[in-house]
């Protein structure tokens, strides 16, 4: 997405006018072409003059590779594949026009078309989301669970919905603004900013990881989105009410609230996490080797030759006191000293 996958190819951007019968001739040439394929526009703001590239959600029925199909019905220039998105350049008018086909599956297409929509909407409402311990993505809503006193390590990543309104009015959003669209991307922008949880902070570039950084300083959309948040005219808050880690505990109590299944599964990974770090201390690299003697690429290969020897391993440390499990080292390295 974007409009920039063919550095190499002198790529055009089409006016709203031309853009409009492209995107129409593309759908219908690919539905007529792949009739078992659903193809998705995705909505841009009203008054946009002007498009980088054409974005199309499609759900295939089998797990058949369509890129080569693709390409011969588009008549493509060159092609790339990033992740499920896959870019082509098409000739149209004299001009080479970017067009991305996003694969998507049944049960996330409708949350995906409407967090791709409207530009960077999706991005921007992410980023707060993401403040507060969530991944929200084209997947649906998810809540990064992280071990208790290690943040930086994630166990899992939960989903709590794939209903688009569910995950909007979970933090304050109106989904009835959203629904009706946008005219102008100062509307996109103060939409996404139009709840408590906004604040600049939030967006800041140096609040993100490398590679959240080197997208969005690419993205002309949410250079811009800085500077209108940047304005003191706009309003948008300075600073955050409380603290990140303060505002992923009151929200993690939300969904405890809001998502009745979620408590357990959060209970069960807290609890799982101990019992290995539990099992981590009564056997490592460190203990094996002072038991067996055995250093680097041997030492290596015994402790995987040691942990197939017991069907549930994990299981088996916890049940053990660490005498026994000492005891059950030296044995396996015994016999496998008698066998060489």
Not at 166 to 190: C, H, I, N, P
Not at 299 to 326: M, P, R
Request: glycine residues 6%; charged residues 25%; contains cysteine.
């Amino acid at each position: 997405m974007g409009g920039n996958a063919f550095p190499f190819l002198n790529l055009s951007r089409l006016s709203a006018k031309d853009y409009e019968k492209f995107e129409a001739e593309t759908v219908q040439k690919l539905s007529y072409h792949f009739p078992t394929i659903t193809f998705h526009i995705i909505p841009s703001f009203f008054s946009k003059t002007s498009f980088g590239d054409c974005d199309l959600l499609f759900v295939p029925t089998t797990q058949k590779d369509y890129i080569k199909d693709f390409e011969t019905v588009l008549g493509s220039l060159a092609t790339l594949r990033n992740g499920p998105t896959i870019s082509f350049a098409v000739p149209f008018n004299d001009q080479i026009f970017q067009v991305d086909l996003i694969l998507e599956h049944p049960e996330t297409v409708d949350f995906a078309r409407s967090y791709f929509s409207f530009n960077d909407l999706g991005n921007l409402i992410g980023r707060i989301f993401h403040r507060a311990g969530f991944k929200f993505g084209h997947k649906g809503l998810q809540f990064i669970v992280r071990e208790d006193g290690n943040s930086s390590h994630v166990l899992k990543e939960i989903t709590l919905t794939t209903s688009f309104q569910e995950a909007l009015e979970f933090v304050g959003y109106d989904y009835l603004r959203w629904s009706l669209g946008f005219s102008t991307l100062e509307e996109v922008f103060k939409f996404a900013v139009a709840i408590p949880l906004a604040n600049k902070t939030i967006f800041r570039l140096e609040e993100t990881n490398h590679a959240a950084r080197i997208r969005d300083r690419k993205r002309k959309t949410y250079q811009e989105f800085l500077l209108w948040v940047k304005d003191p005219k706009n309003g948008v808050p300075d600073e955050e009410l409380v603290s990140k880690e303060e505002l992923r505990r009151l929200m993690l109590e939300k969904v405890f609230l809001s998502f009745p299944t979620f408590k357990s599964d959060y209970l069960y990974l807290q609890q799982r996490a101990k019992e290995i770090q539990e099992a981590k201390e009564k056997f490592n690299g460190s203990l094996v080797s002072e038991w067996t003697g055995l250093t680097g690429k041997e030492l290596g290969a015994f402790i995987h030759l040691f942990k197939e020897t017991k069907s549930d391993f994990t299981d088996w440390l916890l049940k053990c006191d660490s005498t026994t499990i000492q005891e059950e080292v030296l044995k396996c390295h015994s016999s496998q000293n008698l066998k060489s």
